[in-house]
């Protein structure tokens, strides 16, 4: 089944515990991003790749790091979680992030739920 | 600052009627639109894309693109209880940087 994967699903932490949080797709996607989603505000990207070693940042980068070593992996870092980085967070990906073909319509993760007290 | 503009509902409609949701957005340089659907507790899911003006359908969907005016819509016509969700626009600019509005809660009253 084609999918992306997120984990974990549910996450509660601490302030300044590290933490990664992992995305997985099985599609060959070229394009792949994380947005957190919180009431009120809707979704907002936080940053993106368009390939291996390609990423750059959304809206929302601060507190952030990613990496993409491998095509199918798009792991999101919060190197020192804040309790204002508690938020419902996606990944997604799109077969690439080029041209109006219908190629960048995203697919999302089943999400992960971040608590940081 | 890239804005898209949702009103937040809830919009309510009777089953078997047509249900209307709207979007704007701030940047003339955005280049496809999509509306996406989330159920409670899910993630977002596809309804439809458009890049040209004018009006896409698929099946019950409608979307409807004018770039002068900054504005897309999606029609749900013939609407059923499970239509109700909460509805996405989204904008994209440069194809890889997203911007979503907040969403309009739509409820399907059979």
């Known amino acids: 089944e084609a999918q992306v994967t997120q984990n974990p699903r549910y996450l509660i932490t601490v302030t300044g515990k590290k933490l990664t949080v992992t995305c997985s797709q099985n599609m060959n996607h070229e394009y792949m991003s994380w947005y957190r989603q919180d009431p009120g505000l809707g979704l907002r990207q936080i940053y993106y790749?368009?390939?291996?070693?390609?990423?750059d940042k959304g809206d929302v980068p601060e507190g952030y790091k990613v990496s993409r070593k491998e095509k199918r992996n798009f792991p999101l870092i919060l190197e020192s979680p804040s309790p204002n980085q508690t938020s419902l967070y996606f990944c997604?990906?799109?077969?690439?992030?080029?041209?109006?073909?219908?190629?960048?319509?995203?697919?999302f993760g089943a999400g992960s739920r971040l608590t940081v007290l | 600052q890239k804005e898209v503009e949702q009103n937040s509902g809830p919009l309510s409609v009777p089953e078997g009627a047509i249900a209307s949701l709207n979007c704007t957005y701030s940047d003339r340089g955005s280049q496809s639109f999509f509306w996406y659907r989330q159920y409670s507790g899910k993630s977002p899911e596809l309804i439809m894309f458009i890049y040209s003006n004018g009006d896409k359908e698929d099946g019950r969907f409608t979307a409807q693109l004018n770039k002068a005016s900054q504005y897309v819509s999606l029609l749900i016509r013939d609407s059923q209880p499970s239509d109700s969700a909460t509805y996405l626009c989204?904008?994209?600019?440069?194809?890889?940087?997203?911007?979503f509005g907040s969403g309009t809660k739509l409820n399907v009253k059979p």
């Open positions: 790749s368009m390939n291996v070693e390609v990423t």
């Open positions: 997604a990906s799109s077969l690439s992030g080029d041209g109006p073909s219908g190629a960048n319509v995203l697919t």
């Open positions: 989204a904008v994209s600019y440069n194809f890889n940087k997203f911007y």
